[in-house]
């Protein structure tokens, strides 16, 4: 009672109507068509930071590494980018980094679809339940636990193994090869995949499908003309997202590809803190973003911004 004594208004709301007044003090009525803005803040602020990363990695790119201080020349030159189109490693990296994100995004795809599908169609709560669950339970463990565990799973003395020994068969090489660093790949990929095609396949309706097989169309007609092209927003999203990642993947080329699969990422790593070639290092971390970013403007440019859920505006 003595909480309402002096006013007539608990405190807790005296406290609140103070915090009211301060905060429209600070910020006026009239300004309160640029709260979108505000909160825009954070997200600006974080673009700004990764901005300038890349200005000093651009400004680090253009020096040479003096081999007898180990430190970069003051002069100004391109041989960190000669070095890398001049040296096929450097080539055959970058084009083993783009093949892998195009496999892992085409079978990612692929498998994330239908259990996307299922999981927002399905009836049974029980199934929705357990493959929401089957779906999160990637994220509580890391990247690199996943891939010691397909090393567990893979190796010569692996799951897999015992049982190709165990029937009588010589032991198969699973382990340090592309295959093996795809495979993991797809598996890291695939719940990212699923959590962006979810919202896009339970934005179309059940009725919609219905009516096209209401209209003589099979399911598989359905599937394939109306409820695929409906998801498209979301394929494309998902697919951008998982070509990115893998293409700048670094812990399972590492871990499963055992140095004989090295995606780019890993000689910007070995450029950085194998041979400190700080120059080199930023040179190649440069190309690996300009080349992404032209592929996925390449890919918005076919698809167009309207596949995203974005209005064309007309002028």
């Known amino acids: 009672m003595a ?8 405190l807790s709301w005296r406290l609140i109507d103070g915090v009211d007044r301060l905060v429209a003090a600070a910020w006026p009525r009239g300004l309160h068509g640029m709260n979108g803005y505000l909160f825009l803040l954070p997200a600006v602020a974080l673009v700004f930071i990764l901005v300038i990363g890349l200005g000093y990695m651009v400004e ?31 080539i055959r990296v970058l084009w083993r980094s783009l093949l ?24 049974s709560a029980a199934t929705r339940k357990f493959l929401l669950v089957a779906l999160f ?36 090489d699973l382990i340090y090869n592309y295959p093996a660093v795809i495979l993991g790949l797809v598996q890291y990929m695939l719940p990212f995949a699923v959590l962006l095609l979810t919202p896009a ?29 409906m998801a498209k927003p979301g394929i ?18 590492e871990i499963l590809g055992g140095g004989t699969s090295d995606f780019i990422a890993n000689a910007i790593y070995d450029s950085y803190f194998q041979i400190s070639n700080i120059g080199l290092g930023s040179a190649l971390s440069i190309v690996l973003t300009l080349v992404g970013s032209a592929l996925v403007a390449l890919m918005l440019m076919i698809a167009g911004t309207g596949t995203l859920g974005f209005a064309e505006r007309k002028s």
């Open 3 to 10: 909480e309402t004594a002096a006013g007539g208004k608990p």
């Open 201 to 229: 396949v339970a934005a179309i309706g059940e009725d919609i499908e219905l009516a096209s097989e209401s209209l003589g169309a099979t399911w598989i007609g359905t599937f394939r003309h109306v409820v695929i092209p």
């Open 100 to 123: 892998a994100a195009a496999i892992v995004t085409l079978i990612t795809l692929v498998l994330a679809f239908p259990y996307a599908y299922l999981m927002v169609r399905t009836t």
């Open 137 to 172: 339970l990637p994220f509580f463990i890391g990247q690199v636990v996943r891939a010691y565990g397909w090393l567990i799973i893979l190796g010569k003395e692996g799951l897999l193994n015992s049982i190709v020994t165990g029937i009588g068969l010589p032991p198969l």
């Open 236 to 253: 494309i999203g998902a697919g951008i997202v998982v070509f990115t990642l893998t293409l700048t993947d670094f812990a399972m080329p």
């Open 60 to 90: 680090f790119s253009l020096h040479e590494l003096d081999l007898a201080t180990y430190r970069l020349k003051e002069a100004y030159s391109l041989t960190n980018y000669q070095t890398f189109f001049e040296r096929p490693v450097y």
